[in-house]
């Protein structure tokens, strides 16, 4: 019997994925939320429960690397963008871990994300190229899931990071990458958006079709404006973008987050009531709780940045609402977990 776990363990442990990241990315967005909603106890383990999951999934990523059960070329031709979900979640917990005065550990993730940022980004690009060029995979709008807008997020996550992190060691190259990589943001959000929103209206969402990475939408939009509000913060520290004009850019996208909220979670109850819906766990349900932590943080910096109460009053009572569904992803979670220590087969993958 303890054998049989201990092979399980190992099996699932050498499965994981860089996708499986999107985990810590909910879990550091969450911890942040609550933390400036005045809860730090319990922001503090939530924080240890995503540094501590961010280790778990490196090891078990290189096992299986090391393995040759992966490999980053077959990650970024199968799972497309998913693999920045690993990007993102070292921002997420960059920033967070500024917050708490840890600037050391915080420099040390922000440097591994953007080496990883790098080539991973341009290897997503030079996988569609090649694809498209040599006619091996899809060329149809199909392919453009939700997914893609984690190209979007993990910038974002980087503009986000180097903001906190340049705001508190007042460094002017830091804060000059910052809105950088902001800017870059906003451009691949405009292009991923037209898009995956063409994928909807022409290719629409089939039965086999899992909605939940369409919640990254969301996400991107609402890091996006997270990120403008740490950019303005060590605005003193660059002179490429006005305050003003990072400021008028966030709150359009903001209108425009809150606008989608509605439709995306039709679509979401839509596919879970429908006949033959994914009503198990999936790693994919982190990519939802991801963007409501993150619309409620984004909205309290945004708002007390521009010394708009209402909004970071709203940001400060919606980390509950990210909290709420961070527990009940994470209770399936565990009972997935569970399974597997019975003897089931572990269920990973996004599908």
């Known amino acids: 019997m303890v054998r049989t776990v201990g092979r399980g363990v190992w099996s699932a442990l050498c499965g994981l994925r860089l996708e499986h990241f999107t985990f810590v990315m909910a879990t550091g967005i969450v911890s942040t939320a609550v933390a400036n909603s005045g809860a730090d106890d319990l922001a503090r383990v939530l924080f240890w429960i995503g540094l501590v999951g961010y280790g778990v999934l490196a090891v078990g990523t290189v096992l299986g690397l090391v393995r040759r059960q992966w490999s980053v070329r077959a990650e970024l031709h199968d799972g497309a963008c998913s693999a920045l979900a690993f990007v993102a979640a070292g921002g997420v917990l960059s920033a967070h871990a500024t917050s708490t005065g840890s600037t050391t550990l915080a420099l040390v993730l922000i440097v591994v994300s953007g080496v990883a940022w790098f080539v991973l980004q341009h290897g997503v690009l030079a996988s569609l190229v090649v694809r498209a060029s040599t006619g091996d995979g899809p060329r149809s709008l199909s392919m453009f899931d939700g997914t893609w807008f984690l190209l979007v997020v993990s910038t974002q996550a980087l503009a986000v990071s180097l903001g906190a992190w340049s705001k508190i060691v007042h460094t002017d190259v830091g804060a000059t990458l910052a809105v950088l990589a902001w800017g870059l943001g906003v451009l691949q959000l405009i292009v991923i958006a037209c898009l995956v929103s063409a994928r909807l209206l022409v290719v629409g969402v089939g039965r086999d079709d899992d909605v939940s990475p369409y919640w990254v939408f969301l996400g991107s939009g609402a890091i996006t404006i997270l990120g403008a509000a740490e950019v303005l913060g060590a605005a003193y520290d660059q002179i490429l973008l006005s305050p003003e004009l990072i400021g008028g850019v966030a709150m359009a996208i903001w209108a425009f987050v809150t606008w989608m909220l509605l439709p995306t ?84 993958r996004r599908s």
């Open 265 to 348: 979670v039709a679509l979401q109850v839509w596919q879970e009531l429908r006949s033959g819906s994914r009503g198990r766990y999936r790693a994919a349900l982190w990519s939802a709780v991801f963007p409501i932590g993150m619309y409620g943080e984004s909205s309290r910096q945004l708002g007390f940045i521009r010394g708009t109460s209402w909004l970071d009053t709203l940001g400060t009572w919606e980390a509950w609402v990210a909290l709420g569904a961070w527990i009940a992803v994470a209770l399936g979670l565990v009972s997935a977990i569970g399974g597997l220590v019975a003897g089931g087969a572990p269920r990973w």
